[in-house]
C-alpha cells in the first residue's frame, strides 16, 4: 500500500531566508557607521605651500614711503600780490638768480614812494637842523664875547675906582666905589651864565643831529625794505636745483608767506619709511635698509625714528648709501625693509597668512606623496616680514600650506586634486 509523505511548509524556508537578510542589512549598517567620512576636496592650485627649512633666518620688518630730497627750499611770497606772469615750468634746473614768476601790487609801489618822501622830508630837516644850531652857537658865541667886553670895562673900571681910593680916599667917592664894584660883579655872573649857555647847547647840539640822523636812519632803512618788497615782485629760486613745485596760477592772488613754489636737490635723497607701529619697537638707528623703488634696490641704514605715532604707523628716515639710480627721484613711491637681526641654526618656513608670532596654530602638512594635507600643531616664534620661525609641531623639510584655510576649521584631513 502507498505510504503517504508529509512535506515540509514553505513557511520556514521563508522564516530563514527573512532572517539572513536582516542579518546581512545590519552587518552592512555596522560596516558603513565605522567607515571614516571623506576628506573634503581642495584644488591644489588655490593653495600656497612652503618647505620648512634648517639655518639662518633673517627677522626685518616692512613698511612703505617716499623718497624725500635732503635739501629742499619752499619759495613763498615776500608780500601780497596777484601771479601776472610764470616764466619756467616744474622740472626745469634752475639757479639761485633764475626768475620763477612776476608778482604785482600797487599798493607795494605807493608804500615805496611815500617813504621815499618821508625819508626826504627827515633829511631836509636834518639840514635845517644843522643850519639853526649853528646859527643858534654863532649868536651865543657873540653874546658871550659882548657880554665879556662889558665884563671886562666894568672890572677896569672898578679897578681904576679901587686904586684911587686906596691912594686918596676923598678922590672917588664911596657910593661910587661900591657901584663900579657891584656892576663889575653884575657882568662876572652875566658871562658866566653867557658861557654856561654856551656849553649846554653845544651839548645838545649833538644829540639833536643825533636824534635826527637816527630818524634819518630809521626811514631809510624803511625805504630800503620797501625796495626789497618791490624787487621780491621778481620771484628768484634763491638756491640752485630743480624746480619741483609751481602751484599757483597766472591772475591768482596769494597772501604774503604763501608757498609760490618748492626747489629740491635732485641727487641727495632720502627715504621716509612708515613701519606699523606694532613692529616698530625693535628698530634702532644705524640699521641695515634696503629700499625698493619697483625698478631698483637701494641699500640705506636708519638714520632717524620720529618718536610720535602717526596713523598707527612710525616714521623713520633712511639715509641712502652709494650713488642712486636713475630711478630715484623726489616723491616716488617705494617701499622699504628694515633688517632687524639674523637668527643662526633655526628652523623657520614661510610666514602663514594666519598665523602671529609666539602663538600656537594647527598648520595643513602635505602627506602621501602630497596628495593629501593633515592639520598638525604648531608653536611659532619669531617673525619676520616673510618667514617666521618654527619651535615645534614641523621638522626642516616638511611642506605645508601657507594659505588661508579657514572654510576647512572643521576638518583634519584634507585632499589635493589637480
Do not use: C, H
Amino acid at each position: 500500500m502507498d505510504i503517504i509523505r508529509e512535506q515540509k511548509p514553505k513557511r520556514n524556508k521563508r522564516i530563514i531566508q527573512a532572517s539572513a537578510g536582516v542579518l546581512v542589512l545590519v552587518l552592512i549598517t555596522w560596516g558603513l557607521r565605522s567607515l571614516q567620512p571623506a576628506a573634503p576636496s581642495v584644488d591644489r592650485a588655490t593653495v600656497w605651500t612652503d618647505t620648512v627649512k634648517f639655518g639662518t633666518m633673517v627677522r626685518a620688518v616692512r613698511g612703505n614711503g617716499t623718497l624725500v630730497p635732503e635739501e629742499m627750499r619752499y619759495i613763498t611770497a615776500v608780500t601780497a600780490g596777484r601771479v601776472e606772469q610764470r616764466y619756467l615750468l616744474p622740472g626745469v634746473e634752475i639757479d639761485s638768480t633764475t626768475v620763477i614768476l612776476r608778482l604785482s601790487n600797487p599798493d607795494v609801489e605807493v608804500q615805496l614812494l611815500q617813504s621815499q618822501q618821508q625819508l626826504s622830508q627827515a633829511q631836509a630837516q636834518l639840514i635845517t637842523l644843522r643850519s639853526g644850531l649853528a646859527t643858534q652857537r654863532l649868536t651865543q658865541e657873540g653874546l658871550v664875547a659882548q657880554t665879556r667886553t662889558q665884563y671886562l670895562d666894568a672890572r677896569r673900571v672898578y679897578d681904576q675906582n679901587q686904586r684911587l681910593f686906596d691912594r686918596n680916599p676923598d678922590l672917588v667917592a664911596k657910593a661910587e666905589m661900591d657901584r663900579s664894584r657891584e656892576l663889575a660883579e653884575e657882568w662876572e655872573t652875566r658871562l658866566a651864565l653867557e658861557e654856561e649857555r654856551r656849553d649846554v647847547m653845544a651839548s645838545s647840539v649833538d644829540e639833536q643831529i643825533e636824534a635826527q640822523r637816527g630818524q634819518v636812519g630809521r626811514l631809510r632803512a624803511i625805504v630800503q625794505f620797501n625796495m626789497e618788497r618791490l624787487a621780491s615782485m621778481e620771484v628768484t629760486a634763491g638756491v640752485s636745483g630743480v624746480l619741483a613745485e609751481l602751484p599757483v596760477q597766472e591772475g591768482e592772488w596769494v597772501q604774503a608767506g604763501g608757498s609760490l613754489a618748492r626747489v629740491v636737490q635732485p641727487g641727495r635723497l632720502r627715504a621716509e619709511v612708515r613701519i606699523p607701529q606694532t613692529q616698530a619697537q625693535d628698530i634702532v638707528v644705524g640699521q641695515t635698509a634696503y629700499i625698493d623703488t619697483r625698478n631698483d634696490t637701494i641699500m640705506g641704514r636708519v638714520s632717524r625714528i620720529d618718536p610720535a605715532v602717526q596713523n598707527a604707523a612710525v616714521l623713520i628716515d633712511v639715509a641712502l648709501i652709494g650713488e642712486l639710480p636713475r630711478s630715484a627721484r623726489p616723491d616716488l613711491s617705494i617701499d622699504g625693509t628694515v633688517e632687524i637681526e639674523r637668527l643662526e641654526n633655526v628652523i623657520y618656513v614661510g610666514r602663514p597668512a594666519f598665523g602671529q608670532a609666539n602663538s600656537r596654530v594647527g598648520m595643513f602638512k602635505l602627506v602621501e606623496d602630497g596628495n593629501y594635507a593633515e592639520r598638525v600643531s604648531v608653536q611659532l616664534g619669531a617673525s619676520s616680514v616673510n618667514q617666521i620661525q618654527v619651535l615645534e609641531g614641523l621638522e626642516p623639510g616638511d611642506v605645508v600650506i601657507l594659505s588661508a584655510m579657514d572654510q576647512w576649521d572643521g576638518y583634519d584631513r584634507v585632499r589635493l586634486r589637480g
